[in-house]
């Protein structure tokens, strides 16, 4: 396994004072809090080579659900179970609601009816950008094009087939890399969602979701709430901490701080958006 050098805080971007927060991670990952920005980020993360096929999404995400059933299984069935009401009987799935509710205004927008262009970023097999292309309405649905950035190998090559029927692609690189190849002005959503706490490089890549957007443009993001009570409540058996893969913690503050130095204006960061019983943060950013 690949490892990147020791990190600055990655908010301030430079060498602070920082505190070791103990209990948390095991051996050999180090959790630390910036005592400037109160930023909590993992401070040896694995490289980017790491995640391409050893830390590849499809193959954490099936270990950790392994892991929290052996150890809480009724809490664990609970939570599944949960899940699988909100979204296939409720039909809630709030990432999803919210990116057709901002492409759609998008369009408005643009009222010249030109293409929308929407990015997922983390987009694994474009499971999420299939099932917002296919709640569009038809006439929203010719206008969307839907592209995506994933670094693993096997996730990219699916994302590719399924958002080529759209008219759209997967870049297959890393996210900051991957932002890079689009060109300026040119996009009008970008959705981070379960992404921002993954990426080594978070400020980086806001910067260049910021220069790909078009004036007005947005970006949805979704990461977990270490600001929540259930974290404060369950200490390291929070859902929120998963190691090596999340390597940044956001609060609704430092968030707002780190849009703010990513030359964005927070549009939406309501009290459901950062609900503390919820183990999730929710903001819409815009472009100035």
């Known amino acids: 396994m690949s490892h990147v050098a020791p990190r600055v805080c990655p908010l301030a971007e430079r060498a602070t004072a920082t505190d070791p927060i103990e209990g948390l991670a095991p051996a050999p990952w180090a959790v630390r809090r910036c005592r400037e920005t109160g930023f909590v980020f993992l401070e040896n993360p694995p490289g980017y080579d790491s995640l391409k096929e050893d830390l590849a999404w499809q193959v954490t995400h099936q270990r950790e659900s392994q892991q929290r059933a052996a150890a809480e299984p009724l809490r664990y069935t609970l939570s599944h179970w949960v899940k699988q009401l909100r979204r296939g009987v409720i039909k809630r799935h709030k990432v999803a609601d919210l990116t057709l509710a901002l492409a759609a205004r998008a369009a408005r927008e643009r009222n010249d009816g030109s293409a929308v262009h929407l990015v997922d970023v983390g987009c694994g097999w474009g499971e999420l950008l299939g099932l ?20 693993s190998t096997e996730l990219a090559r699916l994302s590719n087939l399924a958002l080529a029927p759209h008219g759209g692609h997967c870049e297959h690189a890393s996210a900051v890399d991957g932002m890079a190849r689009f060109a300026p002005g040119s996009l009008d959503l970008i959705v981070l969602s379960s992404f921002l706490e993954h990426e080594i490089a978070p400020l980086p890549l806001l910067r260049h979701c910021r220069q790909a957007l078009r004036t007005g443009g947005v970006v949805l993001v979704k990461v977990p709430n270490h600001a929540s009570w259930n974290r404060a409540l369950r200490g390291p058996r ?3 901490y998963r190691w090596p893969d999340h390597v940044n913690y956001f609060t609704p503050d430092t968030l707002r701080a780190m849009a703010a130095k990513a030359g964005f204006e927070v549009e939406r960061l309501s009290w459901r958006d950062r609900f503390p019983l919820s183990d999730s943060l929710y903001a819409v950013l815009r472009t100035r």
């Open 238 to 240: 929070w859902c929120g």
């Open 132 to 151: 917002v292309m296919q709640r569009m309405p038809p006439s929203l649905r010719k206008r969307c094009v839907p592209h995506g950035v994933e670094i």
